[in-house]
């Protein structure tokens, strides 16, 4: 079965949070999202929105020193990547990323494009670009 493809307009913060919450309600064990845009359309926004969904009551915030951070008080487990510093998937692989990709747990992974070839082809990916008017956001999502 392929993937599906869909443009979903993200008008302003409202919407990202509806579909933020949308999406983790769907979310099941196991679950990656791959986010993939430019510095600043949202990646973090849309996750703080999905752990919100899962019900994690951490403030969250970008991992970027850290490249994961884990966050157990959501119905599941939310593991939320920032590979942005990494040079490519095996340095994602160094440092564990297939041990939480195949756990009970989701995965939301930012600049997932840095580290595609190791990236599960399950994965939902989200592609986000800037819209035409301020606080507006363009979401390719394959899945």
């Known amino acids: 079965m392929s993937d599906q493809e869909r443009i979903v307009h993200i008008k302003n913060e409202q919407a990202t949070e509806e579909f933020g919450l949308n999406l983790a309600?769907?979310?099941?064990?196991?679950?990656?999202?791959?986010?993939?845009?430019?510095l600043g359309t949202g990646k973090t926004a849309l996750t703080k929105y999905i752990a919100k969904g899962?019900?994690?009551?951490e403030n969250i915030d970008s991992p970027t020193f850290n490249i994961v951070k884990e966050?157990?008080?959501?119905?599941l487990p939310l593991f939320h990547f920032d590979v942005y510093r990494l040079s490519g998937g095996d340095d994602l692989l160094d440092i564990g990323a297939d041990e939480?990709?195949?756990?009970?747990?989701?995965c939301v992974v930012e600049w997932a494009d840095?580290?595609?070839?190791?990236?599960p082809d399950k994965a939902?990916?989200?592609?986000?670009?800037?819209?035409e008017n301020q606080g507006e956001r363009i979401y390719r999502c394959i899945f």
Do not use: H, M
Not at 71 to 75: D, I, L, N, P
Not at 100 to 106: D, I, L
Not at 114 to 119: M, W
């Open 100 to 106: 939480y990709f195949y756990s009970n747990g989701v």
């Open 114 to 119: 840095l580290v595609a070839d190791v990236i």
């Open 71 to 75: 966050y157990k008080s959501g119905r």
């Open 25 to 38: 309600s769907e979310l099941k064990p196991g679950d990656i999202v791959a986010l993939i845009g430019a």
């Open 54 to 57: 899962l019900g994690v009551t």
């Open 124 to 131: 939902k990916v989200i592609i986000i670009k800037y819209g």
